[in-house]
């Protein structure tokens, strides 16, 4: 296990508030620990630096708000990730500044996320969000001031209250500002939850409309002009973009069953036949790493059928074809023959792919194929 990882997740846990609906690892506030964790993240790299290649495919900050984490931290973690061809930072829209904007521009940040989630002020208070829809436009703009041409927005729909018109507004929005990538999400609240606890009767309603909800989006963006490359993603074309791959390819690495190393609290990393998650406890994290010693981990040998399960799986969130390969023997092929003749699944030569209908279907239809 050394040498060959060219994929780095950076967990930056630290929020200003924990929304209802978050299930990451995050930790509110704790400023003042701010940049002891950065002292025990960084201690983390140098340890699994063995791990990673001499150059870098991608690095992605996420959290938590990355970007709510104290500007001269964040600027040191910046300045001591390896090199990279594609650099990501996850924002909230209230954290982003032109100050902010400029450091994360003149460290090398190649690509801002930012969580706009939705542009409608009733659904932001029910999701609990502290930006409003002129601090994502704001932040947005800031920035296209500094320079960044390769921004995300992230949107989110079966919100509590929400209506296929309140969707439709956001896309609107959303296409606005024209941004380079979108991702658009189902909500998700975990059972049991306050989040789940108080509005459960709606999130039940919310739940019978997202094929509508989700067909909506996938018709309104592939009608402007964005490609749907993955099941929940959307970037520019590359035939409208002087042909740059505005795919997000840190994530394209998960998707396509790359070896990963994540360092921080929750982190997780995949490397050959090894998956581990770091302690989501601060304090052990921090306690570990300051006597020089690894986290708390729990550790997982992948078998070579689970990683081909998750290989085909992941594979066939993506609109391009999934080359089967090894894989054969995992899928069902009566179900591949049933699916194929009701236009879900199309197989030519070594390679699968789900129609559009199939992709709609997305996880039902990969289930069938691999039971």
């Not at 995050?26 to 290649?53: F, M, N, P």
């Not at 998707?255 to 994540?262: A, I, P, Q, S, T």
Request: aromatic residues 8%; charged residues 25%; glycine residues 10%.
């Amino acid at each position: 296990m050394s040498g060959g990882v060219r994929h780095l997740y950076v967990h930056l846990p630290f929020c200003g508030h924990r929304c209802g609906y978050c299930d990451f690892v995050t930790v509110v506030g704790r400023r003042g620990q701010h940049e002891r964790y950065v002292d025990a993240l960084l201690t983390e790299l140098e340890l699994e630096s063995g791990l990673l290649a001499p150059h870098l495919e991608t690095v992605f900050l996420g959290g938590g708000t990355p970007t709510f984490t104290e500007p001269a931290a964040l600027r040191r973690v910046l300045r001591r990730m390896p090199r990279a061809d594609e650099v990501t930072v996850e924002a909230n829209p209230e954290t982003v500044t032109p100050a902010l904007a400029r450091m994360l521009r003149d460290e090398d940040v190649t690509r801002v996320s930012l969580g706009a989630q939705s542009f409608q002020p009733n659904l932001l208070a029910v999701l609990e969000r502290h930006a409003g829809p002129e601090d994502v436009r704001r932040a947005f703009y800031h920035l296209r001031d500094a320079g960044f041409d390769n921004t995300s927005l992230d949107l989110i729909y079966g919100i509590p209250g929400q209506s296929a018109a309140d969707l439709d507004a956001d896309i609107n929005e959303a296409l606005t500002l024209a941004p380079e990538h979108l991702s658009c999400y189902e909500l998700e609240a975990k059972r049991g939850t306050r989040f789940a606890h108080a509005h459960g009767a709606e999130l039940a309603r919310q739940g019978e409309a997202m094929e509508g909800y989700f067909e909506a989006v996938v018709g309104r963006l592939t009608a402007a002009g964005y490609r749907w490359y993955e099941t929940a993603n959307f970037c520019r074309a590359a035939e409208a973009t002087g042909g740059r791959d505005l795919r997000s390819r840190h994530n394209l690495a998960y998707w396509l069953g790359r070896d990963y190393l994540g360092i921080g609290i929750g982190a997780v990393s995949t490397v050959a036949a090894l998956r581990w998650r770091n302690t989501p406890r601060l304090t052990a994290y921090l306690a570990a790493l300051a006597g020089g010693a690894r986290p708390p981990r729990e550790i997982e040998e992948l078998s070579a059928e689970i990683r081909g399960r998750e290989r085909v799986m992941l594979g066939l969130r993506l609109d391009e074809p999934f080359p089967v390969n090894g894989e054969e023997h995992l899928l069902d092929a009566n179900a591949l023959e049933r699916l194929s003749q009701l236009g879900l699944v199309t197989r030519a030569g070594n390679e699968l792919a789900l129609s559009a209908r199939g992709r709609v279907l997305g996880g039902g239809v990969t289930a069938d194929l691999l039971a």
